[in-house]
């Protein structure tokens, strides 16, 4: 192991560990002096996360979406994820109807399915903990409770229509109750 002093590309100077046979470090070391030092990285990276979360912020205002539910750090993680989790439906959607193909589901089945958890699924621990999951599996997961909860919704319109029809209102209406 040998240190290796230089200048990074941010201009800030440092020192790099370097392992490895003797011949190769020079050229390691220049590899590592072309990046950023570590703080200016760390920076980077951290404006480049805060980026990312406004965007998705400004995203979930135009879709009017709810606003989610956990502590502050969940939250700030999770819309971005929550995001995430959308541009991989939107990915599936996208694709033409000849490469499409997922056990006998349609493309609307798989739009009731993100309406439904967009809707539905409104606490952030619910994205951080299926960050990871694949699109397809978070379908096949939630497509019978996003087709029970359309059934729901259906018969709550309907019970709603038939009630306002069945209502007997009086020719001298004075209120609209």
Same mark, same amino acid.
């Given at each position: 192991?040998?240190?290796?002093?230089?200048?990074?590309?941010? +201009?800030? !100077? +440092?020192?790099?560990? @370097? @392992?490895?046979?003797? &011949? %190769?470090?020079?050229? $390691?070391? %220049?590899?590592?002096?072309? +990046?950023?030092?570590?703080?200016?990285?760390?920076?980077?990276?951290?404006?480049? &996360? !805060?980026?990312?979360?406004?965007?998705?912020?400004? #995203?979930?205002?135009?879709?009017?979406?709810?606003?989610?539910? +956990?502590?502050? $750090?969940?939250?700030?993680?999770?819309?971005?994820?929550?995001?995430?989790? @959308?541009?991989?439906?939107?990915?599936?959607?996208?694709?033409?109807?000849?490469?499409?193909?997922?056990?006998? =589901?349609? =493309?609307? %089945?798989? $739009?009731?399915?993100?309406?439904?958890?967009? !809707?539905? $699924?409104?606490?952030?621990?619910?994205?951080?903990?299926?960050?990871?999951?694949?699109?397809?599996?978070? @379908? *096949?997961?939630?497509?019978? *409770?996003?087709?029970?909860?359309?059934?729901?919704?259906?018969? =709550?319109?309907? #019970?709603?229509?038939?009630?306002?029809?069945?209502?007997?209102?009086?020719?001298?209406?004075?209120?609209?109750?």
């Amino acid at each position: 192991m040998a240190w290796y002093y230089g200048t990074f590309s941010c +201009g800030h !100077e +440092g020192r790099v560990s @370097i @392992i490895g046979p003797t &011949k %190769d470090r020079q050229w $390691k070391a %220049d590899r590592e002096f072309e +990046g950023l030092c570590e703080d200016c990285y760390t920076k980077s990276r951290e404006e480049a &996360k !805060e980026r990312k979360r406004q965007e998705a912020l400004r #995203l979930a205002e135009e879709m009017e979406l709810p606003e989610l539910q +956990g502590t502050a $750090k969940q939250i700030a993680w999770a819309v971005t994820l929550r995001q995430e989790t @959308i541009e991989r439906f939107e990915e599936l959607l996208e694709m033409s109807d000849t490469d499409f193909s997922f056990e006998g =589901k349609t =493309k609307d %089945d798989i $739009k009731k399915v993100l309406h439904y958890l967009l !809707e539905t $699924k409104t606490t952030a621990s619910f994205y951080i903990n299926n960050r990871f999951e694949q699109t397809f599996k978070l @379908i *096949e997961t939630y497509f019978d *409770e996003a087709s029970n909860a359309d059934i729901e919704r259906e018969e =709550k319109e309907i #019970l709603e229509e038939i009630k306002t029809e069945s209502t007997v209102f009086p020719e001298n209406k004075i209120t609209n109750a």
